[in-house]
């Protein structure tokens, strides 16, 4: 089976429901966590259907950096892509880096490069 859900890990509630949204309406199929200890919950539910997670920094409970780390140090999970986003101004975290406030355009052009089934 081809990967091909994108994880969504925003604390924001309004944010990540926009982003879903902007998704689904292109074709996404989609999951969604509101910090990083549900992400990494999410992740052992779907499995090897992930094709990408886009994750927030800055969060409660677990942020983005640790989400990272936790998905770094397990072997199905190390090789999956991750884009970050956020608004502050980071300094090179390990993965790519979207700057928020997003289009729906750079977003959506950005996801297809990570999953190719999205075109």
Known sequence: MVPHIVLVVEDDQDIR?????LLRLEGVEVREAGDGARALEVL???????????????MPRMNGGELLEHMSARQKLATLPVII???????????????????????MRVIREYCEQIR
Do not use: M, N, Y
């Open 44 to 58: 052992a539910e779907i499995g090897d259907q992930a094709c990408l997670v886009l994750t927030d920094w800055d």
């Open 17 to 21: 429901e926009s982003v879903c949204d």
């Open 85 to 107: 986003s956020s608004g502050a101004d980071l300094s090179g975290p390990p993965k790519r880096l979207l700057r928020k406030p997003v289009s729906a355009d750079t977003l």
